[in-house]
């Protein structure tokens, strides 16, 4: 699907709940020595400006992000704020980071960046967004990308699946994809997003994930729907092999967030 772009929801309360999950298992596991592998299936443009039209149209980041500072959620050492913080330092004020450039804020020299993005302008866009941080870059399906590399090198790592969800067959095929990425990498941190949904079209996928991966993190958040209509009323993340301590992140962010 090639209409998604992320722009009209960068710093919604969804991605303040996937970052700072983000943020922490590759703060907690850059904290070992070893390299380390970060792979993303659906990376988007990478870095987003909040005063641009798109974001202005729909306003989400006024209830995430912006909310977020004014109100303190996140202390000034916090992996997330740590990782904005450099990038407005570069970027602006009105500066957002996508998964990859806090990725890139959070890695090391000597570990590895993979990134998948399909949409031609969004892809150009993170070409640009990473020059100089020396992640790899493919213009072409996530999953295709991600079998393709796995194990990658190192083989120590995290990968993030963070699908546009608007191709309704994802919550029938990626429960699948993710099985078979975890035979092919069992040692990976393989991290899933997925929407909360008023339709509830989301339930039978994580029966199924829940089945296949009992021991897996599964993390949730809700809120109100960005506007009138919408859908979506909270923010998902399934992770495989979480890093030591993420679930205490998980529930101190359940508690903040009130979902």
Known sequence: MLSYQHIYHAGNMADLHKHALLATMLTRMTAKPKPMSYVETHAGRGLYDLNAPEALRTGEAQSGITRALGAGWFGTDHPLMQALELVRAEAGPDAYPGSPRIAAALLRPGDTMHLAELHPGEHAALVAAMRGTGARVYPQDGFTMAHSICPPVPRRGLMLVDPSWEVKSDYQTIPAAIAKLH????????????????????????????????????SEISFPPARAGHGMVGSGMFILNPPWGLADEAARLKHMFGG
């Not at 079209?201 to 029966?207: G, S």
């Open 183 to 218: 035979r092919k990498w069992n040692v990976g941190v393989i991290a899933l997003w997925y929407p909360i949904l008023r339709d509830n079209r989301h339930r039978a996928m994580l029966d199924r994930l829940d089945s296949g991966f009992p021991d897996a993190l599964r």
